[in-house]
């Protein structure tokens, strides 16, 4: 079987492309679902046996890949603690599209008057705005059965959304803008994220692919990511990734965010 593995993975350049294939049919799933592209670059520097950084920036899009949804850019650092146990801190500065709906309730004048019935869409905002989000991290790992790897990362994680207001919203039943300033509070928003990953770790390969899980925790269970995916080291420097991703969100938050099938592509660097 390990034979079998070694002839297909070792060639990465055809099993690159014919992995991004697959992802495609996927992309149907489930038509409510929303359909996504994420782009990274990564540039990391090993400092010593314990101590390594990374800068990287990142660019989302959603709305089936035709709205530019996020920008990233963040700083992280990684601490060998022993060889089974690695610990990390970040910030990343995450710049999003926002949209904000409010709906119409019993209480409001247009549903007294029988112009609009309760939890039509009321009001429409759309704007970019900033956020900060800070982390910690603990990721525990260790080689089993052979050549796979099995690790788990806990992460708490911090995001902070600043005040926004906003000159005028659209309103729906008018078709036109109201013309008044809306502020939207700033909110902080602590949140656990567990990931239990596998991957093939062979020695001398090429291309290591991978599978994982991760749990998305504030107070209860808000959404769960499904990914699964390769990297591909080309050179001791230069090396590539890919990964199909299914996000279903279990919980509505001020996040907004759809349940969405998506495909990643990444570049890093080491130096």
Request: charged fraction near 25%.
């Amino acid at each position: 079987m390990k034979d079998m593995m070694n002839k297909v993975l070792v060639k990465g350049k055809k099993v690159l492309p014919f992995y991004l294939l697959t992802f495609l049919p996927l992309t149907a799933m489930a038509q409510s679902d929303d359909f996504g592209l994420d782009f990274s670059l990564e540039a990391q520097k090993k400092i010593n046996k314990q101590w390594s950084v990374s800068l990287e920036g990142e660019l989302r899009r959603l709305d089936n890949a035709k709205t530019n949804d996020r920008w990233a850019l963040g700083l992280g650092m990684d601490y060998k603690v022993a060889k089974w146990l690695k610990a990390s801190a970040g910030y990343t500065f995450l710049y999003d599209n926002n949209q904000k709906i409010s709906y119409y309730e019993i209480t409001d004048k247009a549903v007294i008057a029988g112009d609009a019935e309760v939890g039509d869409p009321k009001k429409c905002a759309q704007y970019w705005a900033p956020r900060h989000r800070f982390n910690v991290s603990l990721t525990f790992d260790k080689k089993l059965f052979g050549d796979f790897r099995f690790s788990l990362r806990e992460r708490w994680q911090y995001t902070y959304r600043p005040s926004h207001t906003v000159s005028e919203r659209w309103s729906y039943l008018n078709n036109a803008y109201d013309g008044k300033e809306k502020t939207y509070n700033g909110k902080g928003k602590n949140v656990l994220r567990s990931r239990l990953q596998v991957e093939y770790d062979r020695k001398g390969l090429a291309v290591t692919p991978y599978a994982n899980v991760e749990l998305f925790n504030a107070w209860s269970l808000q959404k769960i990511r499904y990914n699964v995916g390769l990297d591909w080291k080309i050179t001791n420097h230069h090396s590539v990734g890919a990964f199909y991703r299914y996000q279903h969100v279990r919980s509505d938050d001020d996040d907004n965010e759809p349940n969405v099938h998506m495909i990643g592509l990444g570049y890093k660097f080491k130096f």
